[in-house]
C-alpha cells in the first residue's frame, strides 16, 4: 500500500536539499575565491615586491602568541656592551699593485729663495695626494717583423725565430682580443653588438660575425677540453649540487626559438655548466653517468632516474621548502608564522657552526665532524618538531590542497626523506643556495644577450660560463688565464694543469 506524500512535507525536503548545495556551492566558491586571491596578490608581490626572502623577527609578533613560542629571539645585547656606531677612518686607499705616475709640482728655481735674506730654500717636507685616473683601453698593432739575412757569396740564408703561432693559422687578432670578446659577454654579460660598437669606437672593425667565429674557436680549443677535465674532477667528489635554469635558443633550420636549460653542477667549490636541449632526466643521467654519491638538488623530478639508476642519496633543500611557507606567511597565515620560525632556528645553528669552523680554523673534515655532531643534538629535535608541526596543519579542514598553506605542506611532505639528509651527513648543506648563487650569472646574462644564436653557441656559451666563473671564484683575472691558455692549447697539450685551479696554483697563487 503506497502512503501518499505530503504536498507540504515534500517542499519541505526540496527546499532542505537546495539550502544544503546552495551551501556546498557557496563553500567551494569561497574556498576559490580565497586561492584566487591568494595567486593574484602572489603575483603582485613577485612584480612589485621585494625579491628578499628575509623574515624579520617583528613580523611574526603580529600572529597568535603561539607563533611567537616557535620564532626565534632577537640577539640583545646588554646596555654598557652595546657601542656607538664606529666613525669612518677615511677614503680607502688605491690598492699597492696599481702603477703610479708621481707628478711633482715644485717651486720654479727662481723662487727658491728666502724673500728677506735671499738665501736658497732648504727642503724640509711635501705634501702627497693621490687620485685616480684612467687610461681608456686602446687597441695595439703588433707588427712581427721577422729579419733575413744571406752570405754575399750565396752559400746560405738565415732568419729569425719568426712570429709565435697565432690562436688559428693566419691569425688577425692576439689571443688577448679573442679572451676579451668572451669575457666581456659571459663575464660582463655585454651582448656582441654593443662590443661592437665600442671597439668602432676605439678605431677597430670587429664584426659581430667575426667575434661569434672567435667565441667557437675559444670554446673549441680550450674551453671545451678544458671544461671535460673540471667534469671528471667534480665527479671525483662524493657530494654533488645540482640546479638548472633556462635559456632561449634561436632556431637553427627554420624561424622562432626554443628554451633550452643550462644545467649546473657543483662539488666543493667547483663548478661547472652544461646545455642541455630540455629539462628532461636527460641532462643529469649523461653528466652523472654511472657516478654514485650524494645528490643535493630542489625537488624537481627530472633527478628522480638518474638517483634510481645510480642508486644515489638524494638530499634536499631547506631554502625551497622554506619558500613555500614563505609565500603562505606573506598570505596572511599564522601557521606559516609558525614554520618559518622554526626552520629560522635550523639556519641559525647552520650559522653559528660556520662562525665557530672560522674562528678555530677547522679543516674541512673536522668541520664536518663537528656540523654533523651539533645537528644531531640540537637540529635533529627542531625537525621532529617541524614534523608535527606540518601534520598538525595539513590536518586542518582549511588547509586546501590548492591553497598556498596546503601547497606548503604537500611540497614538504613529498620532500621529507631528502629534507632529513642533512642530519645524517656533515659534509651536506642544509640547503643549495651556493649552486643557485652559481647559476645567477645565466640569469643575468640572458637579460642582457636575450638568446643563444644557435645550439653550439648555447654550448660555447657553457663551458666559457664554466671557466670564466671559476675564474672569479678564485680571484683570478679570467682575461689573463683565458688568453694564456689559448696560447698553451694544442692537441697535444696537459688540459688537467689548465683547469682555473691548476693554472692558479702552478703560479703560485693563492685558491683557498
Known amino acids: 500500500m503506497t502512503t501518499a506524500t505530503n504536498p507540504q512535507e ?7 536539499a537546495l539550502f544544503v548545495n546552495v551551501t556546498a556551492t557557496t563553500e567551494k566558491l569561497a ?5 584566487l586571491v591568494e595567486y593574484i596578490e602572489q603575483l603582485r608581490r613577485g612584480y612589485f615586491g621585494r625579491s628578499s626572502e628575509k623574515v624579520d623577527p617583528d613580523q611574526l609578533k603580529l600572529f597568535a602568541d603561539e607563533a611567537m613560542d616557535d620564532a626565534p629571539a632577537a640577539p640583545t645585547a646588554p646596555a654598557a656592551e652595546k657601542r656607538a656606531p664606529a666613525k669612518g677612518h677615511g677614503r680607502k686607499p688605491f690598492a699597492a699593485h696599481l702603477p703610479r705616475v708621481t707628478i711633482v709640482h715644485d717651486v720654479a728655481d727662481a723662487d727658491c729663495h728666502c724673500d728677506e735674506c735671499k738665501e736658497r730654500l732648504v727642503a724640509i717636507g711635501e705634501d702627497v695626494c693621490e687620485r685616480g685616473h684612467l687610461v681608456p683601453a686602446k687597441v695595439v698593432v703588433n707588427r712581427h717583423v721577422t729579419k733575413k ?3 754575399p757569396n750565396g752559400h746560405m740564408v738565415k732568419s729569425g725565430v719568426g712570429a709565435p703561432a697565432g690562436v688559428v693559422e693566419k691569425a688577425k687578432f692576439e689571443a688577448s682580443v679573442y679572451a676579451h670578446v668572451a669575457v666581456a659577454k659571459y663575464g660582463d654579460h655585454l651582448p656582441l653588438n654593443r662590443q661592437e660598437t665600442i671597439f668602432k669606437r676605439q678605431g677597430l672593425e670587429l664584426s659581430k660575425s667575426t667575434m661569434v667565429d672567435m667565441i667557437q674557436l675559444v670554446h673549441a680549443k680550450a674551453a671545451a677540453p678544458i671544461v671535460e677535465v673540471m667534469r671528471k674532477e667534480i665527479l671525483a667528489e662524493p657530494l654533488i649540487q645540482a640546479d638548472e635554469t633556462p635559456i632561449t635558443v634561436l632556431l637553427e633550420t627554420e624561424h622562432g626559438t626554443k628554451t633550452g636549460y643550462v644545467w649546473v653542477y657543483r662539488a666543493k667549490k667547483k663548478v661547472v655548466f652544461v646545455f642541455r636541449p630540455s629539462r628532461e632526466r636527460d641532462g643529469p643521467i649523461r653528466f652523472l653517468g654511472d657516478w654514485k654519491g650524494t645528490l643535493q638538488t630542489d625537488g624537481y623530478a627530472g633527478y628522480d632516474e638518474v638517483v634510481r639508476r ?3 642519496v638524494r638530499a634536499g633543500c631547506w631554502a625551497h621548502t622554506r619558500r613555500k611557507w614563505k609565500d603562505a606567511f606573506d598570505a596572511g597565515s599564522a601557521d606559516a608564522a609558525r614554520m618559518i620560525g622554526l626552520i629560522q632556528r635550523l639556519y641559525r645553528i647552520e650559522a653559528a657552526l660556520k ?3 672560522s ?12 656540523r654533523l655532531k651539533v645537528r644531531g643534538r640540537r637540529s635533529r629535535p627542531l625537525v621532529g618538531r617541524i614534523a608535527a608541526l606540518v601534520d598538525e596543519i595539513g590536518r586542518k579542514p582549511s588547509t586546501t590542497p590548492q591553497s598556498l598553506l596546503g601547497k606548503a605542506v604537500g611540497y614538504t611532505i613529498n620532500q621529507w626523506p631528502t629534507l632529513q639528509v642533512f642530519l645524517a651527513d656533515g659534509a651536506v648543506e642544509i640547503d643549495t643556495n651556493a649552486v643557485e648563487r652559481a647559476i645567477r650569472p645565466i640569469a643575468v646574462g640572458r637579460k642582457n644577450w636575450l638568446f643563444a644564436g644557435s645550439t653550439r653557441g648555447a654550448d660555447a ?4 660560463y664554466s671557466l670564466i666563473n ?3 671564484a678564485l680571484a683570478i683575472n679570467p682575461e689573463i688565464y683565458l688568453a694564456d691558455v689559448l696560447e698553451l692549447a694544442s692537441p697535444n697539450a696537459d688540459f688537467n694543469r689548465l683547469t682555473p685551479w691548476a693554472w692558479a696554483e702552478a703560479r703560485g697563487m693563492s685558491i683557498a
Open 10 to 16: 515534500q517542499t519541505h525536503r526540496d527546499l532542505s
Open 31 to 35: 574556498r576559490e575565491n580565497k586561492q
Open 355 to 357: 662562525t665557530r669552523g
Open 461 to 464: 656559451a657553457a663551458s666559457l
Open 470 to 472: 671559476a675564474c672569479k
Open 310 to 312: 645510480n642508486g644515489l
Open 149 to 151: 739575412y744571406a752570405c
Open 359 to 370: 674562528m678555530d680554523a677547522l679543516s674541512p673534515a673536522e668541520f664536518d665532524s663537528l
